[in-house]
């Protein structure tokens, strides 16, 4: 039996109604969430993201600022830039789109942005929390990730999660967020042996290893769940995940599609976090 799509799209669509109810209800009182989104250079990947998010902002009722420098802006300049954005009280999140131009320290500008507007979750002290199960800033994809296996009312607790790759941004949170819904965790990564032996074993199997087609059905245990964060390009232009997906689709009891899988969650977090900002702003202007 072929497996359920576990469709982000949907899912993110029915919490972006529910963000924008909220967004309806601050702004009675007064409150506009706003997001600023910080481009530098041209990279037409992080172009189509960045636009991706100022139309769903728009959408939802959220205030967007884009902020586009060239590549050559130094890394004083930009952090000068965060820092001014620190201080307005308008904007309840930052985010810089990654990646940036080598002559840019990524972790410098990362803290620099505070970390009450940190609305992408990497910030070291809103890692650090969420590490101790404190409340913080999650990352954007991880959260989206464990929304959509708690939207099929999937169980975690218990459950055996393996996840290949291990960025900062995806693999390492994604572990860390299971781990704190009481799951087992295995990390798995380019100098993991025997990998095919450690996937198999998976209950819930997250592929984030950048490699098109890169888990084919002989790694996924039968009845696994299958999340797919890869989005990779093929040289017919067509875009597949790192899951070969009509081989897990016959395997897995559940998986998310490349397109419209993951990558709408993303979204739709980044927004849910903003809203977040905006309210915690409120009630701390209140006392």
Known sequence: MAAEIISGKELAQAKRNEIKNEVNTLAEK?????????????NPASRSYVSAKAKTSKE???????????????????????????QDDSIHGILVQLPLP???NELAIIEKIS?????????????GRMMIGQESFLPCT???IVEMVK?????????????????????????????????TVTYCHSRTQDLKEITRQADILVA??????????????????????????????????????????????????????????????LLHNTVESAKKSAALSRK
């Open 30 to 42: 007064g409150i506009i969430p706003g997001l600023a989104v910080l481009l530098v250079g041209n």
């Open 60 to 86: 939802l009722g959220i205030h967007s600022i884009l902020l586009e420098y060239p590549d050559t802006i130094t890394e004083e300049h930009l952090l000068s830039e965060i820092d001014r954005l620190n």
């Open 102 to 104: 080598q002559s840019i």
């Open 115 to 127: 970390p009450t507007k940190d609305v992408d979750g990497f910030h070291p002290i809103n890692i």
């Open 142 to 144: 991880p959260f989206g």
């Open 151 to 183: 939207s099929k009312e999937l169980s975690i607790e218990g459950k055996h999660v393996v996840v290949v790759g291990r960025s900062n941004i995806v693999g390492k949170p994604v572990g860390q967020l299971f781990l704190n819904e009481n799951a």
């Open 208 to 269: 984030a290893v950048g490699k098109a087609n890169f888990i084919t059905g002989d790694y996924i245990k039968e009845g696994a769940v299958v999340i797919d964060v890869g989005v990779n390009r093929l040289e017919t232009g067509k875009l597949c995940g790192d899951v070969l997906f009509e081989e897990g689709l016959e395997k897995a009891s559940y998986i998310t599609p490349v397109p419209g899988g993951v990558g709408p969650m993303t979204i739709t977090m």
